[in-house]
């Protein structure tokens, strides 16, 4: 089977007939449910994250974990949390701030000289969440890193053989919003044993609408 523009040109436009009008900008969820995959078994469990080419219109929070020079030029980036190695090291013990912060920040950035003291203090609390910091060099170009950081979107299986992540909003047009679906179903057809013959069905859903189905093509 294969997934053409066109079915999701056709699922996107039936997508913003049937969705009700609100006065938000709504979101756009793509839902892949997959077939013949044991997630019971590790081996068999999908915990991606992915690089969209459009941002995904909802702020994605990006917290950098570095000193000197390298903090000063992430807070000029807009970074939305910077902390230091001082403050890395003052939360050694402070689960419950830890926790706070893996919930109120989306990504997570770190320089590679500190990610030893940031793997012993918030290891046990990013790594199970899919969070752990990409590392970088001290010199890199930390806005463009914030910048793509905030591209990045987290696709995982949660016990059923379900994927699901937003990748846009309403206000976007059906091009981006195509693009970002291809790069997903690309990473998650690479991931399965027989690619997207374990893709049972695919469906796009806005916040406030119908799920809609994405017709696929035997080949």
């Not at 199970?128 to 001290?138: D, Y």
């Not at 910048?147 to 059923?160: A, F, I, K, P």
């Not at 846009?168 to 013959?197: C, F, P, Q, Y």
């Amino acid at each position: 089977m294969s997934v053409e523009r066109k079915y999701l040109r056709e699922a996107l436009k039936e997508l913003r007939e049937k969705t009700p009008k609100r006065n938000f900008n709504q979101s756009i969820e793509l839902i892949i449910n997959l077939r013949d995959v044991d997630v019971s078994k590790p081996e068999n469990r999908i915990q991606e994250v992915i690089e969209l080419p459009h941002n995904i219109g909802k702020k994605v929070s990006v917290c950098v974990f570095a000193s000197g020079d390298a903090a000063l030029r992430a807070r000029r980036a807009g970074a939305d949390m910077v902390l230091e190695r001082e403050e890395i090291e003052s939360l050694m013990g402070d689960k419950k701030r830890q926790r706070q912060i893996a919930k109120q920040i989306d990504s997570f950035i770190a320089t590679a000289p500190l990610m030893p003291i940031v793997g012993r203090v918030f290891g046990a609390i990013l790594g199970p969440r899919g969070k752990m910091p990409t590392p970088i060099p001290p010199t890199a170009n930390i806005e463009s890193e914030i910048e793509r950081h905030r591209r990045l979107v987290m696709v995982r299986t949660r016990g059923q053989p379900v994927l699901s992540c937003r990748i846009g909003t309403e206000d976007m047009s059906d091009e981006e919003l195509i693009d970002n679906i291809e790069a997903v179903l690309r990473r998650i057809e690479g991931k399965l044993k027989r690619g997207i013959k374990n893709i049972a069905s695919i469906y796009l859903k806005a916040s406030m609408g119908p799920p809609i189905k994405v017709k696929m093509e035997e080949d």
